[in-house]
DNA sequence: CGTCCACAGGAATGACGGGCGG
DNA sequence: CCGCCCGTCATTCCTGTGGACG
């Protein structure tokens, strides 16, 4: 009972007291926004300058902004926000308002438009409104009063995905209907494709600005890294190469920013779960390895039925198939197995497009002349995560532990 | 140099389920 | 609540193709 005690209070402790490696573990998440952005300066001016009308009240250019994930794009947007509405409120300038949306969460045409409401302030029911009705009274509150409203559409990928770009048209159309006042649009995208799928009025309207945000490199990451870190952990207790360990492991996904910071927030939190006191290479290490099986055993997870078998083959072919044909083989004894009825071959070859996609897996198209032109596949994920995952899935599980035993040859 | 392998991958079509407007 | 429509998954049928082989 004592000890059981112990053990509590020490954990309580560790939850509520100062924890030995972080400041403000905060500093790390990803919706933080630091006072300084490294290496994107030139990006902030760039977007600053676009809005400057702003202060005259006077509409700006509609700002569409690209880049991949992770390279500072919503960062960069809320930075130049926060510093324009804090300016705007100390110098008693009120010719402006922002409405910031992420189309990921506010995912239909309805909610957008509530979202864009609250943010200038008007009052809207949650519900029991036409969606054309919240249209109407946002314009008319925005024409009454002489205000340029931006609004900020972040991943509005998402929403055109979903709804298509209905709503987008008539945002850029509003200021047809508006006398006094303006609105203009920020939007926020990593896929570059869905900007082909716009109706091109849209298009071209949405995109009367483009700014591509390139991938950060290592030497750039790690200086973000650093950056956070002087925030977000005591000092003297990141070991040296720590911050470089991770940059390097996040510039080779894509220099996605925001992977480093987590992979770094993962790192810390390893080495306080053991109690050390200072972060070292070794815990990056375990923090990556965490992520990456992590991440792997979630998408394997999700998979729908046939992705499974079809990961499930090529793991049990060694993790390589030197052509579609010969897993395609190998799939129909697996389904041959479990009393599956197969998929044709021609539906395994777009299963393995998508999971090729998903990154759980490689192909590459490879001519063997004489021999025909097929895809080889390779697994993207150790074979061993594929088989652990399975065998707790509740469908495969009995099959698949027969198989660690059986093989399939 | 043409052939022909072993598929890739596009187009048309069907089965199914779920959301939405009336 | 019902019917309708749309998106997703899957099949069928098809045309296209890089390069080793003869």
Redesign the pocket.
């Known amino acids: 009972m004592l000890l059981a005690d112990d053990a509590v209070a020490e954990v309580i402790k560790r939850a509520l007291g100062e924890s030995r490696v972080f400041r403000n573990r905060e500093a790390l998440s990803c919706d933080y926004i630091p006072n300084k952005l490294p290496h994107r300066e030139e990006y902030i001016k760039r977007l600053a300058e676009l809005l400057s009308p702003l202060f005259r009240g006077e509409k700006p250019s509609n700002v569409l902004i690209y880049g991949l994930t992770g390279t500072g794009k919503t960062a960069v947007v809320k930075y130049v926000v926060r510093r324009f509405t804090e300016y705007a409120k100390k110098a008693g300038i009120d010719t402006f308002k922002f409405a910031y949306v992420n189309c990921r969460n506010e995912d239909?045409n309805y909610r957008v438009l509530l979202k864009i409401g609250t943010d200038l302030g008007v009052r809207i029911p949650f519900t029991g409104l036409s969606v054309a009705e919240l249209h109407n009274r946002l314009r008319d509150y925005v024409d009454s009063r002489r205000v340029v409203v931006s609004v900020v559409l972040d991943e509005v990928d998402f929403l055109v995905k979903k709804v298509g770009d209905d709503l987008l048209y008539r945002l850029t159309r509003i200021n047809e209907e508006l006398s006094q006042s303006n609105v203009s649009i920020v939007g926020i995208t990593n896929d570059v494709k869905f900007i082909e799928t716009l109706d091109p009025r849209v298009k071209s309207s949405l995109g009367e600005v483009e700014l591509v945000f390139p991938p950060y490199d290592a030497i750039q990451l790690a200086d973000i890294l650093r950056e956070r870190a002087a925030l977000a952990f005591r000092e003297g207790s990141l070991e040296e190469g720590v911050i470089e360990y991770c940059a390097s492991a996040a510039a080779k996904e894509h220099g996605d920013a925001r992977r480093a910071l987590d992979l770094l927030r993962l790192a810390g939190e390893i080495a306080e779960r053991e109690g050390a006191s200072r972060v070292s290479v070794e815990h990056a290490k375990r923090a990556r390895e965490e992520i990456e099986v992590n991440a792997a055993a979630e998408v394997v997870r999700t998979l729908?039925?046939?992705g499974k078998l079809v990961l499930l083959s090529l793991a049990a072919m060694g993790g390589f198939a030197e052509?579609?044909?010969?897993l395609y083989l190998v799939y129909r004894r697996v389904c041959e197995g479990l009393m599956i009825?197969?998929?044709?071959?021609?539906?395994i070859?777009?299963?393995?497009?998508e999971l090729d996609m998903l990154g759980v897996l490689m192909s590459r198209?490879v001519?063997?002349?004489?021999?025909?032109?097929?895809?080889e596949v390779s697994l993207g994920v150790d074979p061993a995560i594929v088989i652990k995952v399975l065998s707790s899935d509740t469908k495969l599980g009995e099959y698949v532990k027969l198989l660690k035993v059986g093989g399939i040859r």
């Open positions: 239909t729908p039925h046939h052509s579609t044909g010969s009825e197969p998929l044709t071959q021609r539906r070859s777009d299963i393995v497009s198209v001519s063997r002349g004489r021999y025909g032109k097929t895809r």
